[in-house]
C-alpha cells in the first residue's frame, strides 16, 4: 500500500510540473507571435522614382536638389566621382504623421579599391540643403544614416553605416568618423557590388530599424539586419532627404529611388490624405494653367489659320484613336500583299503564255520533221520530241493550278479588304489563315516545277557557240605573209642605201 501511494504521488506531481509547462510554453508563443503589422500608405509626395523622374524643367516633383546634384530620367546622380563634391535632395513639404518608412535604393561606384566620403539619409525639422556633413548641414535636429565609406579615425572598420542622432547643438565628430556620437552602426560595404543597395528604415513607436540589402543578388526583399535604436524621439515634422560628399578621393553616388510610407498603428483610423492645398501653390498653379492655356489657344488660332478647310470647333473626331490607327496599319499591310499577289499573278500568265507559246512551236516543229526524217534516226527524235512536248504540257498544267491558287488567294485578300458590316475578328484572322495556306501551296508547287525540270545530276549549262567561220584559206594567208616579207626588205635595204649616199657630203 506505501508503494501504491508513493507512485500516486510521483504521478501527481509530475501531472503538475506537465500542466506549468504546457502553460508557459502556451505564453512564450503568445509572446513571440508579436504584435500585429502596421498599416502602411505610399507617399507619393516624398518619393521618386524612375523612369520619367525629371521634368521638362530638369526638375524633380515634390524634391528640391542643390548642390552638385545632377537628376536624370531614372536616377538622381548625387555626387559625380570628382573631388570636392557636395550634393543633396530635399522634399520640399514637411511630412505630416508620425510613423513612416522609407525604402533607399541607391548605388556607390568608384575605381579605387577605398572611397570617399559617402552617402547619408536624413529626417530633420529643417532642410540641410548644403554643408560638411556628407554635404548637408551640420547641427541638424533629427536623425541621420551615414554610409560612411572612408576611414578618417584609421581604425580600418569602414565603410559602415552609422547612426547619429542630433537636437540641433551638437557638431558631427568628421575625424572619429562620428564614433564618439553614434548610437548605433554596422559594418556593411556597400561600394562597387553587383545590384543595386537597399536600405529600409523604419521609425515606429520610437524606435529606429535599419535593415541593408547588400547587393549581391537581385531579390529585392533579402534584407539582413544592421541596427537597432529604441526610445528615440524625432521632431514630429520633418524633411525627408539624402545627401553625399567627396573629398580627396571620388565616387559617383547615384540614388535610384527614395519611397516613403506612412505608418499606423493597427485599430486606428489611417489619417485621410491632404485635400487642402497651401495658397501660394495654388496661385503658382493657377499661374501655370493660365499660361498653359493662353499657349493652347494661341497654337490652335494658328493650325485654323494654316487649315482654312477645317471648320468649327476640332472636336475629339479630328483625331486618330488607337483602334483606327491599328485598323489602318492592317489594311495598309493587306493591300501590300494584294498589290503582291496581283504581280505573282501577271508573272504568271506571261509564264503560261510562254509555255503555250513553246509548245504550239514545238507542235509544229514536230509536224514538220515527222515527214522528212525516215528510218529509227527520225523515230528518236519523234520520241524525244514527244517527250519534251508531254513535259511541257505537266509544266502548262501546274503552272495553271498555280495561277488558281493565287486567284484563291487574291479573292482572299479582296474579301479581307472588304468585311461586311457584321464581320468579326474571327472572320479575319480566318482569312489570313487561309492566305497562308495558299502561298505555302504556290511555294511548294514552284520547288517541284523547277526540281521537275532540272534534275539533281545536271546543271544548267550555257549553250555552245558555232564554230566561227573561216574566209582566209592557208594559201592565201602564206601568200600575204611572203609579201609582206619582201616589202619590208626591200624598205630596210632603201633605207641604208639613203643614208650612205647621205654620208658622202660630210
Known sequence: MAAVRVLKGSLLVLFCLGSRLLHASDSTGQAEKG???????????????????????????????????????????????????????WTKNKSIFENWEIDVTFRVTGRGR????????????????????????????GVGIFFDSFDNDAKKNNPAIVIVGNNGKLHYDHQNDGSTQALASC?????????????????????????????????REDYEFCAKVEDMVLPSQGYFGISAATGGLADDHDVLSFLTFQLTEPGKVAPPPD???????????????????????????????????????????????VSDRELRQIFEGQNRIHLEIKQLNRQLDMILDE?????????????????????????????????????????????????????????????????????????????????????????????????????????????????????????????????????????IMYRSQQEAAAKKFF
Not at 516624398?46 to 537628376?71: M, T
Not at 536616377?75 to 535632395?89: A, D, E, H, M, N
Not at 524606435?207 to 543578388?217: A, K, M, R
Not at 487642402?276 to 488660332?301: A, G, N, S, T, V
Open 114 to 141: 577605398i572611397g570617399a566620403d559617402g552617402l547619408a539619409i536624413w529626417f530633420t525639422e529643417g532642410q540641410g540643403l548644403e554643408g560638411p556633413v556628407f554635404g548637408a548641414a551640420d547641427n541638424w535636429n
Open 355 to 491: 509555255q503555250r507559246r513553246y509548245v504550239s512551236t514545238l507542235s509544229d516543229e514536230i509536224s514538220k520533221r515527222g515527214a522528212g526524217v525516215p528510218g529509227q534516226q527520225g523515230q528518236v527524235s519523234l520520241q524525244g520530241l514527244d517527250t519534251v512536248v508531254k513535259t511541257q504540257d505537266e509544266v502548262l498544267r501546274q503552272v495553271g493550278e498555280i495561277r488558281n491558287s493565287m486567284g484563291e488567294t487574291l479573292r482572299l485578300v479582296s474579301g479581307v479588304q472588304h468585311p461586311g458590316p457584321a464581320g468579326a475578328i474571327y472572320e479575319t484572322t480566318q482569312h489570313f489563315n487561309d492566305i497562308k495556306e495558299h502561298l505555302h501551296v504556290v511555294k511548294r508547287d514552284i520547288e517541284h516545277l523547277v526540281q521537275r525540270n532540272m534534275p539533281s545530276n545536271e546543271k544548267p549549262k550555257c549553250p555552245e557557240l558555232p564554230p566561227f567561220p573561216s574566209c582566209l584559206s592557208t594559201t592565201h594567208f602564206f601568200i600575204f605573209v611572203a609579201i609582206q616579207t619582201v616589202l619590208f626588205i626591200g624598205y
Open 275 to 321: 485635400t487642402e492645398i497651401p495658397e501660394k501653390d495654388k496661385e503658382k498653379y493657377q499661374e501655370e494653367f493660365e499660361h498653359f492655356q493662353q499657349e493652347l489657344d494661341k497654337k490652335k488660332e494658328e493650325f485654323q489659320k494654316g487649315h482654312p478647310d477645317v471648320e468649327g470647333q476640332i472636336g475629339d473626331d479630328f483625331f486618330e484613336s
Open 187 to 219: 559594418q556593411r560595404d556597400f561600394r562597387n557590388k553587383p545590384y543595386p543597395v537597399r536600405a529600409k528604415i523604419i521609425y515606429y513607436q520610437k524606435t529606429l530599424h535599419v535593415l541593408i540589402n547588400n547587393g549581391f543578388t537581385p531579390d
Open 35 to 89: 504584435p500585429p503589422a502596421p498599416h502602411r500608405r505610399f507617399e507619393y509626395k516624398y518619393s521618386f522614382k524612375g523612369p520619367h523622374l525629371v521634368q521638362a524643367d530638369g526638375s524633380v516633383p515634390f524634391w528640391l536638389h542643390s548642390g552638385n546634384a545632377i537628376p536624370s530620367a531614372d536616377q538622381i546622380r548625387i555626387t559625380p566621382s570628382l573631388k570636392s563634391q557636395r550634393g543633396s535632395v
